[in-house]
Structure formats: structure tokens, C-alpha cells
């Protein structure tokens, strides 16, 4: 019984400070080449005075923009074509097969190339990011259309309804919950990507800064820039879901049922 | 049968429509401004270096396969470190109660972070080289593959299990023979989204952090200004990345052929 009581009170809030612990004797006692790893307090004071001097805040400014802008943009062509290749059986089998020859390239391995076509600036993070997004969206996006239920489209072309009534009002609404399910996936693959595109090819935003740190030797300055970067992905994350719950489970269970 | 055949022509007829326009296109000169160069230039460029190895920069005279190589063995060693500590941690949170909820909140906190975070990081303290290419690939799949194990592990029928018990096998029976073939499946997903992210990530921390491999081939390719050898390098990774994808397909299929049997 006691010992049920201590996993709960653990799981609830004192894995935070058995965190904070573990960390602060791994920074006392674990010297890492030259340097010691940073304590949580430093790391932290180390934020703290980043997000008050602003720097931080503009680098959150660049990566959202970034990804916001790829992450449109993706989102923009990939649910228009995943919706065609889902809707129109020829056309998907005209595209896939080309698709799926250009899917399996991690997307840094486009870096290169488009750092050699545009250079090193704002580009290459959105394309890179419109890439790594691209075929989580897309690839749902068929896949919701495609399974949306004939018993739907049979009932309204009985009911009379014409190509666009059927398309905006039936299918798309029915593959909506495995649209946004694939904007999700999209997003946190765009996120991800991005932050390779950062430390390698655009110079700003938060990875860019985290790589800065390195040179500039401010390990506490690294920790807390992938703290920002993994608060931030999951702050993101977390608006998907709830989105998704919103729609999924409480405009779907209406019509459903 | 007739018409499966008809499908694949009409994909084959795009990429081949694909290939046609790039190629005339790149003849006409319409994409020297972008500088890339013509299919035709690309593939000659891929056969050398298949075949004769081509100079890249301070590279010296690579071949492709001595690159991918050295991409492959990181991605093994990175791998099955990951395999070998996340597929134990991922099934004792699975089997154990009381050691998911100690574990869960490290997953909480940890997991949001991209991969290639860590890359900065790992380069402070384990200086560029294997170890930080190691470190990467381990972080990118230790979670898919001790997330995915724990839900298999959760998610094994409780029948079985109860069969299992009545019949009177031991705990490690029951672990071997019942729980692990069970989980099977839910293990090989993790395994191959794992080993995609692990062939992704290394090529990107070969871009930045090692100074051999593919990642580091088209990255020379890039600042020796040879596009050829960036498209051709791409070619090969996505051929790899394909080929490892397929290749724990196949291995899924094969070895779990029994489980087709056993569920329907």
C-alpha cells in the first residue's frame, strides 16, 4: 500500500526534483574531457538571463517563422495533392510510384544540394522543413480520402449532391481526423528537421544559437537552448493534440454515432 | 494480373516523363542558373564513383561503397547500442508497472527533443568524430524502438498470457515463449522506424561532425562545387535508406510468416 502511495506521489511531481538531483551529482562528479558539465542552477540562471536579454526570444522568433512558413506551405500542397491522388484513382497511380522513389531520402541529405543552389540563409530551412513535412501530411491525407466510407458518397450522390458539394462537404470532412493526424506527424518531422537545417545550413533561430554556443564554449548555453527547443516542440505538439481531440473527439462522435 | 501490370506502367511513365524533362531541360541550359546539372551527367558521375572512385577535395579519391561503408558500420555500432538498452528498458516498463511510472517522466522530458539537438552538445564534450556520430544515432533510435517495445509488451493479449499461467509455465517461459513472440511485431515497427532514423541522422552528423562517410561526401561535393557528385551521393543514401527499410520488411515477413497462422 505505502509503496503504491510513493510511485504515485513520484509519478505525479517528485520526479522533478529526483531530476534535478540526479543532474546536479552528475555535474559535480562527471568531468567530461576539460570541461565539467553544467549544473541545473547555472543552466538555468543562464536562461534566465538569455530570455531577458531578448537574444532568446528573437531565436524562438526565427525557428517558429521558419517552420511556420514551411510548415504552411507543405501543408498547403501536400493535403491539395494527397486529396487529388486519394480522390482520383488514375492520378494516384500516375504519382505514387514517383513519390515513393523520392521517400525514402532523409531529408538532410538534401541539405547539400540546396545549400550549393541558393546558399546558406533562409531557403534551405523552409524547404528542408517543406520536405520533412511533405510526406507525413501527404501520405495521410490519401489515406484518409481514400478510406473515407462509400456509404457516405453513395448516400449523397443518391441525395444529388454535385463534384464539389460531394468534395467539401462529405470527403473532406470524413478525412479530416486523418489529416490533422498527419499534420501532427508532419509538424513534429518539420520541427525536428529544421533544427538539422539549423545547425548546418541558417544562420539563426535556436539551433543555430545552440551551435554558437559550442564555439563560444558556454555549455550552460547549450543545455538551455535544448531545453527551449524541446519546450517549444512540445508546446507545439501539445496544440495538435489538442486540436485533434477537439475535432476527432467531439465533432466526430457526433456524426458518427 | 493484366491490370496490376497496367499500374505499374502508368508509374513508370511519370518518372520516366520526370527524367526526359530534367534531362532536356538541363540541355537547353534552362537550369545552369541553378546549377544543376543533367541527369545523364549524374549517373556517368554515380558509375565512377561506384566503380573508379572520383577526387573530392580533401577527401582524397573516395568510392562510394568505401563511404557507405563507413555510414554503415556507425549506424550498426549506434543501432544496436540503442537496441541492445532500449529494447530491455522498453519491455521491463512494459512488464512492470512500478518501473513505467519512475521512467515514464524521463521519456516526458526527453523525448520532445529532437535528436540532432544533442549534436552540439555531444560535440563539446565528445569533440567531433564516431563517438558524437555514435551518440546521435543512439539517442535518434532508442526511442522508437523502447517506446514501441513497451506498447507491444502492454498491448500482448491478456488470454495469452492467462493460457499461459493456467497452463503452468514459469516466469521465463512465459517471458520467451508467450510475451516476446507476442510483441514481436509491435518490436519490428520500432525497430524499422529506429534504424530510418538512425540512417537519417547520420548522414546529417556527417555533414557537420565527421569527416568521413556519405554525409561527408556530398558535403565535400558541395564546397569542391561539384553538383553531380551531391545528386549522385543522394541517390545512393535514399537507395540505401530504401534498402534497409525493405530489408526489415523482409526479415519481419519471414520471420514472423507463423504469426499470419496464429491470428487469423
Not at chain 1, 513519390?99 to 540546396?114: E, G, K, M
Amino acid at each position: 500500500m505505502t509503496s503504491k502511495l510513493i510511485v504515485k506521489v513520484f509519478q505525479r511531481w517528485l520526479w522533478i526534483p529526483c531530476l534535478l538531483l540526479v543532474w546536479t551529482l552528475f555535474a559535480k562528479f562527471v568531468h567530461l574531457g576539460t570541461w565539467s558539465f553544467p549544473s541545473p542552477w547555472f543552466t538555468f540562471e543562464k536562461w534566465w538571463w538569455l530570455f531577458k536579454n531578448g537574444t532568446l526570444i528573437k531565436d524562438i522568433g526565427s525557428s517558429l517563422f521558419h517552420v511556420g512558413y514551411g510548415f504552411t506551405l507543405s501543408a498547403l500542397i501536400a493535403v491539395s495533392l494527397g486529396t487529388l491522388m486519394g480522390w482520383n484513382r488514375k492520378m494516384f497511380e500516375y504519382l505514387n510510384p514517383f513519390l515513393n522513389l523520392i521517400r525514402p531520402t532523409p531529408p538532410a541529405a538534401w541539405l547539400p544540394l540546396v545549400v550549393f543552389v541558393w546558399g546558406i540563409g533562409l531557403l534551405p530551412g523552409i524547404l528542408l522543413v517543406i520536405y520533412g513535412s511533405f510526406f507525413p501530411i501527404l501520405l495521410n491525407t490519401i489515406n484518409g480520402v481514400q478510406n473515407v466510407e462509400k456509404r457516405y458518397v453513395n448516400a449523397a450522390l443518391t441525395l444529388g449532391l454535385g463534384k464539389r458539394r460531394l468534395m467539401c462537404d462529405i470527403v473532406l470532412p470524413a478525412a479530416f481526423p486523418s489529416i490533422l493526424i498527419g499534420l501532427r506527424m508532419g509538424f513534429g518531422f518539420a520541427w525536428m528537421v529544421l533544427i538539422i537545417a539549423e545547425l548546418i545550413a541558417v544562420q539563426s533561430g535556436l539551433g543555430y544559437m545552440i551551435l554558437l554556443s559550442v564555439t563560444t564554449l558556454e555549455p550552460e548555453s547549450i543545455i538551455a537552448g535544448m531545453i527551449t527547443i524541446g519546450v517549444v516542440g512540445l508546446g507545439l505538439d501539445q496544440f495538435f493534440r489538442v486540436l485533434i481531440d477537439k475535432y476527432i473527439l467531439k465533432w466526430q462522435k457526433g456524426i458518427v454515432i | 494480373m493484366g491490370k496490376k501490370k497496367f499500374k505499374i506502367n502508368r508509374g513508370i511513365r511519370t518518372i520516366i516523363l520526370f527524367f526526359v524533362l530534367w534531362e532536356l531541360t538541363s540541355q537547353l541550359g534552362l537550369l545552369e542558373s541553378f546549377h544543376i546539372p543533367s541527369p545523364s551527367t549524374v549517373f556517368k558521375t554515380f558509375f565512377l564513383l561506384l566503380v573508379e572512385g572520383i577526387h573530392v577535395g580533401e577527401l582524397g579519391r573516395v568510392t562510394m561503397f568505401k563511404m557507405a561503408r563507413d555510414s554503415l558500420s556507425r549506424v550498426c555500432v549506434g543501432f544496436f547500442l540503442a537496441l541492445a538498452i532500449g529494447f530491455p528498458i522498453g519491455f521491463w516498463m512494459g512488464w512492470n508497472k512500478t518501473v513505467k511510472a519512475f521512467l515514464e517522466n524521463m521519456y516526458t522530458v526527453l523525448r520532445p527533443l529532437p535528436p540532432f539537438a544533442w549534436v552540439p552538445l555531444s560535440l563539446f564534450f565528445l569533440g567531433p568524430g564516431n563517438l558524437t556520430s555514435f551518440f546521435v544515432i543512439w539517442i535518434g533510435a532508442f526511442f522508437p524502438i523502447s517506446l514501441n517495445t513497451l506498447s507491444a509488451v502492454e498491448n500482448v493479449e491478456k488470454r495469452y498470457i492467462r493460457a499461459a499461467l493456467t497452463l503452468g509455465l514459469k516466469r521465463r517461459q512465459l517471458i520467451w515463449e508467450v510475451v516476446i513472440p507476442a510483441a514481436l511485431p509491435g518490436i519490428f515497427t520500432g525497430i524499422r522506424i529506429g534504424l530510418g532514423m538512425a540512417w537519417g541522422l547520420v548522414v546529417a552528423a556527417e555533414l557537420v561532425a565527421v569527416k568521413t562517410g556519405l554525409g561527408a561526401l556530398i558535403w565535400r561535393a558541395d564546397l569542391v562545387m561539384r553538383p553531380d557528385i551531391i545528386l549522385a551521393g543522394i541517390i545512393f543514401i535514399g537507395m540505401i535508406a530504401y534498402g534497409l527499410e525493405q530489408g526489415i520488411l523482409w526479415l519481419q515477413q519471414n520471420l514472423l510468416r507463423w504469426q499470419k497462422g496464429l491470428v487469423i
